[in-house]
């Protein structure tokens, strides 16, 4: 067999997405699951390979597209049964739980083929788990053989590793992942321990719009990489990109290759069309590393976030419709930051409320808005509260994100006094974000 | 009823963007045609009054005035004629340093701009 020494060989599962058209946004139709990894190692000129389990009907179109998108071996490691592989995709800009629907996933089946295709001519594996065992994948691969895991849904325990251990070279895990919210949700050693046991020489943990950690297991070194912020097109597959990348280039140093993945993922985060993605890669690879860390960017580790209170202004009482603020306080939540909602903490006031009860209440607020270190505002239906909230944050010098999903308060001193005002969920989100993020930076 | 875009899977490389007919809402192709470089941008600077510009002249650019873009190693500048930073693009706009590395140059011209209350400038940019 042919020896491909250079070359990155991606194994996993081939699905199809389905992006659900949504508020004006068009539905996408894409070969999902490793083909995004594939995308991304295409766009970056990597040479690569796949080996993936996808069901029959795939296989003709997957050869097709990954031929197109210069893979230089399929590799059908087997059949899925039982269904479609199809995922619906309902937020593609990841403000909040991304509301993926795998279609039938309970009653999915994966068949290796018998015997297994052989594996050994590549040496740079990167696996990203799914529904099949992958130690019966160990013995396809020769000895030589180095392992990458991206591990995102499918893996909720290291020991699955074990028939790897000393040869894997990195583990990467999202913040979105449930191995990360088990393991590392609280503690970051907790995390650091348990992939220890399988002794990698990096872990890259991937922290959505906060940016990236690489940590180097070898001296302890951890390297900050942060996050572009833009508008987000689609964020489905942004990070097996990220991973794709920086395995593709780990030859030239970890720390060079989780940049160069990083500005491969904002890539891929801002197009759907390859292309375009391709040229903006490229172009951004022309840029030197030292060029690339002095433009810096948003650094928002996940696990500072919960050291930041954000006070939520709105009129968040039982008898309003405010469906806009549920999902903009679900999301902050999603990305662990410190939600402190003024009606939660001190309560609702009964209708009419006595005079004692307003003023306990008015001081209560007040006292829970200086203790905050930034406001997310949502002004729904122009509610008086919320309008002097703002003021009052201004006035401190807080940094105030003012959502308006309705357009009702498009006026000099809400829109000018605001760090960031939008109708957008997402760009109020990057706009808390970037608010935090530059709070902790004046505080080291 | 119609297409709705998920008819066959259509993201080759190398193709041309295209919506697909029917009642909705698919996009088809390979390539948007839309090159974020090559389009045209309105800012408002940051940083007017702690500017190169504004230090020495204690003044503004008027309207009219013509900019171009400057990358300092670190931060996005629109500068004068004269190479004086005027003032500093929002980092939203640091997508134009990979635009600048691959060649594409930008030139300005105030659209408006004031001394007080606080110094302020915004700027009309055209690829060149």
């Known amino acids: 067999m042919m020896t491909h020494t250079d070359a990155v060989l991606v194994v996993g599962e081939i699905v199809v997405d389905y992006t659900l058209a949504q508020h004006g946004a068009m539905c996408k139709l894409r070969l999902g699951g490793v083909v995004h990894a594939a995308r991304g190692l ?31 071996e399929f590799i059908w490691l087997g059949d899925v049964v039982g269904a479609p592989n199809v995922i619906l995709i309902g937020d593609v800009t990841e403000v909040s739980h ?22 050994n001519g590549y040496q740079k594996i990167l696996v990203f788990p799914g529904k099949f065992d992958i130690n019966v994948l160990a013995s396809a691969f020769s000895e030589e053989a180095r392992f990458s895991f991206d591990i995102a849904y499918d893996l909720d325990d290291l020991s699955a590793l074990e028939a790897f251990k000393e040869r894997v070279q990195a583990v990467i895990i999202s913040t979105s992942s449930s191995l990360f919210m ?13 992939v220890r046991t399988v002794s990698p020489t990096v872990l890259l943990l991937k922290e959505n719009r906060g940016g990236s950690r690489l940590f180097d297991l070898r001296d302890g070194v951890v390297e900050e990489i942060p996050a572009t912020l833009g508008h987000t097109v689609n964020s489905v597959g942004v990070g097996d990109v990220y991973s794709a990348v920086m395995v593709g280039l780990s030859h030239k140093g970890w720390t060079q290759a989780a940049w160069r ?57 039982s008898y309003v419709e405010k469906q806009e603020l549920d ?20 309560g609702e006031l009964k209708r009419p409320a006595s005079e004692s009860d307003l003023q306990r209440t008015y001081h209560m607020d007040c006292q829970l808005l200086k203790e905050c270190d930034t406001v997310f505002a949502i002004p729904l239906d122009r509610d008086p509260g ?28 809400v829109v000018v006094g605001s760090s960031v005002y939008s109708a957008n969920l997402d760009a109020c989100l990057n706009g808390t974000f970037n608010a935090i993020a530059g709070l902790r930076a004046k505080s080291r | 009823m119609g297409s709705s875009g998920s008819g066959h899977f259509s993201d080759y490389p190398g193709t041309k963007a295209k919506e697909v007919a029917g009642d909705g809402s698919g996009m088809a192709g390979g390539a948007s045609g839309v090159d974020k470089c090559k389009q045209a941008f309105h800012v408002l600077l940051d940083d007017v009054g702690n500017s190169d510009f504004y230090s020495r002249f204690k003044n503004v650019p008027t309207a009219g005035a013509q900019l ?27 997508y134009l340093v990979t635009c600048l590395a691959n060649g594409v140059t930008y030139v300005g011209v105030v659209r408006s701009s004031a001394v007080s209350p606080v110094p302020t400038v915004d700027a009309d940019f055209a690829p060149k």
């Open chain 1, 386 to 413: 919320t309008l002097v909230e703002i003021g009052m944050a201004i006035e401190m010098g807080k940094p105030v994100i003012t959502y308006d999903p309705r357009h009702e308060n498009e006026n000099t001193m």
């Open chain 1, 261 to 317: 993945g990083c500005q491969a993922a904002t890539a891929y985060s801002q197009s759907t069309f390859p292309d375009d993605i391709k040229r903006d890669m490229q172009r951004g690879f022309r840029l030197s590393l030292d060029v690339l860390q002095a433009l810096g960017g948003t650094t928002l580790p996940w696990h500072d976030r919960q050291s930041y209170s954000i006070y939520l202004a709105g009129p968040d009482f």
């Open chain 1, 42 to 72: 295409w766009a970056a000129e990597l040479e690569y390979s796949v080996a993936a389990f996808c069901p029959r009907y795939l296989v003709d179109e997957a050869k097709r597209y990954l031929t197109e998108c210069g893979c230089k």
């Open chain 1, 182 to 194: 088990k393991l590392g949700k609280d503690d970051i050693e907790g995390l650091l321990d348990a």
């Open chain 1, 98 to 119: 991304q509301g993926y629907e795998d279609l039938m996933r309970d009653t999915k089946v994966v068949k290796f083929h018998d015997p297994l295709p052989r594996l």
């Open chain 2, 68 to 94: 171009g873009i400057l990358f300092d190693k670190k931060r996005v500048f629109a500068v004068d004629v004269n190479g004086f930073k005027v003032g500093a693009l929002p980092t939203s706009f640091n």
């Open chain 1, 327 to 346: 999902r903009a306080a679900d999301g902050l939540t999603y990305h662990n930051f410190r939600v402190r909602r003024p009606i939660i903490a001190n």
